[in-house]
């Protein structure tokens, strides 16, 4: 029997069977209450469904508000937004550093008048919407705030998330644009200004989902997101907030592997460790702000190009182990993502997948419904130890901040990375029609499959809008936003609201990155 057969991703050896000679007893308590173990509300999804969040953003801000209002009248019940890398990275559509990109794997948006297309005719009172976007998330923030404002909507009715976590993007992604310090601070800027005059709104998603796309394994992927999230949570502690406000305003974000098993036992084991964080470190005493509220995508790097239609099974088996595992919120991805862009026919797939998990299967009717079977609370017990050594590991290593200065995460998780590969093709660890049950005609299958394509003449077009859009602004309050912005950032205040009246008066987003990066310097593309 090969070493590898029968272990996790993690490294934890699956028993031949499991029982009560093997397990240790179950110490379950009850959904809704410390530890959260079975889930954070007392009836979950009797109570309500989880949000289905379908990911969704191409090419001009009307052609992915198409793309939303048709998911909303499928049944979609929350909105989640992917930007384009010069939207990411704070670059405008005519920056030369933007060529072959704008549009391309998400929605451009430069403007306050792009985010007022983007969201044309969606009620910003009544939908929740998720702002995938970090390095530049203070900045799309205000764009989203003015919008609101526009159509005489209180900001402090909006309701959604931010994904705002910048200490993952040093770790696994590289979109940074500045310095941690300052990229810190303005993540920590967001987040204070939402806290204060937001109540809706959840500030910031610390991910563990790009992490694990990146190649970590369940262990590190909860160990570093707490890390991260203490470091956020240290800041805001500084600047006089106490743990019980963020506590209960923190969203979390995770990726849903392939072992459906150990990924169930980890969502439940999350829930706990950062339960005993809060409560025994922080010295929270408001329940809500030891409950762990995360959203789960499942995870685009299981997805093949070989034998695409695969990837619907391995989606809907992901969605299952997240609902299983006490999900809040859930984004399903489409089966051709390893070709390119979701057609709608494969978004509407991944959908339904989510509406039939929700409507015909049963598991939404009753809390925790794996609860007790010893496999799935061994797995858990291991993982909540496993999480715990990782994360006073890193503690006494002084903190993920430092670690990330370093480099020492991103190490680790292109070894796990590389390890799991080797598994992959010494064959110790099968994927279906890439290293095992291969089909003669595949190639020809991807082919001659329709994919989604943005056309390059989108562009153009941009940066002819973005012209137009300069053209009929006054100049003069614009130049004088971004100097009194630029005025801010040196002295130390929050950011935000100097952002919100640049970007209101006509600011661009490439203008806003330029007026902080006078001050921050900038550390990618600047």
Same mark, same amino acid.
């Given at each position: 029997?090969?070493?590898?057969?029968?272990?996790?991703?993690?490294?934890?050896?699956?028993?031949?069977?499991?029982?009560? @000679?093997?397990?240790?007893?179950?110490?379950?308590?009850?959904?809704?209450?410390?530890?959260?173990?079975?889930?954070?509300?007392?009836?979950?999804?009797? $109570?309500?469904?989880?949000?289905?969040?379908?990911?969704? $953003?191409?090419?001009?801000?009307?052609?992915?508000?198409?793309?939303?209002?048709?998911?909303?009248?499928?049944?979609?019940?929350?909105?989640?937004?992917?930007?384009?890398?010069?939207?990411?990275?704070?670059?405008?559509?005519?920056?030369?550093?933007?060529?072959?990109?704008?549009?391309?794997?998400?929605?451009?948006?430069?403007?306050?008048?792009?985010?007022?297309?983007?969201?044309?005719?969606?009620?910003?009172?009544?939908?929740?919407?998720?702002?995938?976007?970090?390095?530049?998330?203070?900045?799309?923030?205000?764009?989203?705030?003015?919008?609101?404002?526009?159509?005489?909507? @209180?900001?402090?009715?909006?309701?959604?998330?931010?994904? %705002?976590?910048?200490?993952?993007?040093?770790?696994?992604?590289?979109?940074?644009?500045?310095?941690?310090?300052?990229?810190?601070?303005?993540?920590?800027?967001?987040?204070?200004?939402?806290?204060?005059?937001?109540?809706?709104?959840?500030?910031?998603?610390?991910?563990?989902?790009?992490?694990?796309?990146?190649?970590?394994?369940?262990?590190?992927?909860?160990?570093?997101?707490?890390?991260?999230?203490?470091?956020?949570?240290?800041?805001?502690?500084?600047?006089?907030?106490?743990?019980?406000?963020?506590?209960?305003?923190?969203?979390?974000?995770?990726?849903?592997?392939?072992?459906?098993?150990?990924?169930?036992?980890?969502?439940?084991?999350?829930?706990?460790?950062?339960?005993?964080?809060?409560?025994?470190?922080?010295?929270?005493?408001?329940?809500?702000?030891?409950?762990?509220?995360?959203?789960?995508?499942?995870?685009?790097?299981?997805?093949?190009?070989?034998?695409?239609?695969? %990837?619907?099974?391995?989606?809907?088996?992901?969605?299952?182990?997240?609902?299983?595992?006490?999900?809040?919120?859930?984004?399903?991805?489409?089966?051709?993502?390893?070709?390119?862009?979701?057609?709608?026919?494969?978004?509407?797939?991944?959908?339904?997948?989510?509406?039939?998990?929700?409507?015909?299967?049963?598991?939404?009717?009753?809390?925790?419904?794996?609860?007790?079977?010893?496999?799935?609370?061994?797995?858990?017990?291991?993982?909540?130890?496993?999480?715990?050594?990782?994360?006073?590991?890193?503690?006494?290593?002084?903190?993920?901040?430092?670690?990330?200065?370093?480099?020492?995460?991103?190490?680790?998780?292109?070894?796990?990375?590389?390890?799991?590969?080797?598994?992959?093709?010494?064959?110790?660890?099968?994927?279906?029609?890439?290293?095992?049950?291969?089909?003669?005609?595949?190639?020809?299958?991807?082919? %001659?499959?329709?994919?989604?394509?943005?056309?390059?003449?989108?562009?153009?077009?941009?940066?002819?809008?973005?012209?137009?859009?300069?053209?009929?602004?006054?100049?003069?309050?614009?130049?004088?936003?971004?100097?009194?912005?630029?005025?801010?950032?040196?002295?130390?205040?929050?950011?935000?609201?100097?952002?919100?009246?640049?970007?209101?008066?006509?600011?661009?987003?490439?203008?806003?990155?330029?007026?902080?990066?006078?001050?921050?310097?900038?550390?990618?593309?600047?």
């Amino acid at each position: 029997m090969e070493e590898t057969a029968f272990k996790t991703p993690s490294g934890i050896e699956i028993q031949r069977y499991y029982g009560p @000679d093997n397990s240790g007893p179950a110490e379950l308590g009850s959904a809704g209450e410390y530890p959260f173990t079975r889930g954070v509300q007392k009836t979950m999804y009797r $109570g309500r469904l989880w949000t289905m969040r379908q990911y969704a $953003g191409f090419g001009t801000a009307e052609e992915t508000n198409k793309r939303f209002r048709w998911l909303l009248a499928e049944g979609q019940t929350g909105l989640s937004t992917a930007f384009d890398l010069p939207t990411q990275m704070g670059l405008d559509a005519d920056d030369p550093r933007a060529k072959g990109e704008v549009g391309r794997v998400g929605v451009h948006i430069g403007t306050v008048e792009d985010m007022e297309r983007l969201f044309d005719a969606i009620p910003l009172d009544q939908v929740s919407t998720s702002l995938k976007i970090t390095s530049t998330a203070i900045i799309l923030f205000a764009f989203y705030v003015a919008v609101a404002r526009r159509r005489g909507i @209180d900001p402090a009715c909006l309701r959604g998330t931010l994904q %705002n976590d910048i200490l993952k993007e040093f770790i696994a992604r590289g979109t940074q644009i500045f310095p941690p310090a300052p990229s810190l601070r303005l993540a920590a800027d967001a987040i204070e200004y939402s806290l204060k005059n937001l109540p809706k709104f959840n500030p910031i998603s610390i991910s563990g989902y790009h992490m694990r796309e990146a190649g970590c394994d369940a262990v590190q992927e909860l160990a570093f997101t707490f890390g991260n999230a203490e470091v956020y949570l240290k800041e805001l502690l500084s600047r006089g907030l106490s743990a019980d406000r963020c506590g209960e305003r923190l969203a979390f974000f995770f990726g849903c592997h392939n072992h459906f098993l150990e990924e169930i036992a980890k969502f439940r084991a999350a829930r706990r460790v950062w339960a005993r964080v809060m409560k025994q470190d922080y010295k929270a005493a408001d329940p809500k702000a030891m409950a762990l509220r995360f959203h789960v995508q499942t995870c685009g790097s299981t997805l093949t190009s070989q034998q695409p239609m695969n %990837n619907a099974v391995r989606v809907a088996l992901q969605a299952m182990a997240a609902v299983l595992g006490g999900a809040q919120s859930l984004h399903t991805n489409s089966y051709d993502e390893a070709l390119a862009l979701p057609t709608q026919e494969s978004a509407a797939l991944a959908l339904r997948t989510q509406q039939v998990l929700a409507h015909e299967t049963g598991v939404a009717d009753t809390v925790d419904p794996v609860g007790g079977a010893w496999a799935v609370e061994s797995l858990t017990d291991d993982l909540d130890r496993r999480v715990t050594e990782k994360l006073a590991d890193i503690r006494l290593k002084g903190g993920m901040l430092g670690l990330i200065e370093k480099g020492a995460p991103q190490a680790e998780i292109q070894e796990t990375a590389y390890r799991y590969q080797l598994e992959v093709e010494a064959g110790r660890r099968k994927v279906v029609g890439v290293n095992c049950l291969k089909l003669e005609d595949d190639r020809q299958d991807r082919e %001659n499959r329709p994919v989604l394509k943005v056309s390059p003449a989108l562009e153009s077009r941009q940066a002819a809008r973005l012209k137009a859009f300069r053209a009929k602004r006054a100049a003069a309050p614009v130049r004088k936003a971004l100097e009194l912005l630029s005025a801010a950032a040196a002295a130390k205040t929050n950011l935000f609201e100097p952002i919100l009246t640049a970007v209101e008066a006509g600011a661009t987003i490439g203008e806003v990155r330029q007026a902080l990066g006078r001050t921050f310097g900038e550390t990618n593309g600047g």
